[in-house]
């Protein structure tokens, strides 16, 4: 629903993987970045509070998008992908779930290490829960911050499961989706991460990106 065709060529990318099965990605913005605030609000029109928005950083008007979901009440889940410097302008406090891998957490944050980009992410966003995907390391999952204690968001660490990876594109919009499906169904922080973990591993282990993603069945989380 909501597709609109427009002028012009649509989005583009251009896929290289290496021998380890890491990915250098090339984008074409095209249409995704030809959208308008009229299809904007008529697209968010259909949702309200309890629903779920996703946004990633690859179409345009993406703090308008932002705070036009949280106007009518949606939760705004944004995964700062493909990372520039335009992120750091936008109003990250209309956030609610952040989920971001280790290059964008240092672009964001300024910080080096795993645990220095939690704790000042945590200080930018304290009334955001975030997610920092580690690749072959799992994943963090860090709480909102106390009332007024910055730093003292809970966390929870998920190992991934020991696979060997053929390509790594689509693992982090694997996750990012398992993630919000696990959670939309009433499931645990914790749990969610375990499938969320699993089915990106799964996906590594596959050539390409929309193809990869496993159905849920395949999915074993032990």
């Keep these: 629903a909501h597709v609109q065709v427009g002028e012009g060529p649509t989005g583009q990318a251009i896929i290289q993987v290496d021998a380890r099965g890491q990915n250098s990605i090339v984008l074409l913005g095209g249409g995704n970045r030809a959208?308008?605030?009229?299809?904007?609000?008529?697209?968010?029109?259909?949702?309200?509070?309890?629903?779920?928005?996703?946004?990633?950083?690859?179409?345009?008007?993406?703090?308008?998008?932002?705070?036009?979901?949280r106007q009518r009440g949606l939760s705004v889940c944004f995964n700062p992908a493909p990372f520039d410097a335009q992120v750091r302008t936008y109003p990250l406090d209309q956030v609610d779930l952040l989920i971001l891998n280790e290059t964008e957490g240092a672009g964001l944050s300024g910080r080096g290490e795993a645990d220095t980009m939690l704790a000042e992410l945590g200080r930018m966003l304290p009334g955001a829960e975030v997610i920092l995907t580690l690749g072959a390391e799992g994943a963090v999952h860090q709480g909102p911050a106390a009332q007024g204690v910055a730093g003292s968001g809970r966390q929870i660490r998920q190992a991934a499961p020991r696979v060997q990876a053929v390509d790594t594109t689509a693992a982090g919009d694997t996750f990012i989706g398992y993630y919000l499906a696990c959670r939309g169904r009433g499931m645990e922080v914790a749990q969610s991460l375990a499938k969320a973990c699993a089915a990106a591993a799964v996906c590594v282990t596959r050539a390409g990106a929309m193809d990869s993603i496993p159905r849920w069945e395949e999915v074993k989380e032990d």
């Design 35 to 69: 959208l308008s605030r009229a299809e904007v609000d008529r697209t968010l029109g259909q949702y309200g509070r309890g629903d779920v928005l996703l946004v990633q950083n690859e179409t345009n008007e993406v703090p308008y998008i932002m705070q036009g979901a």
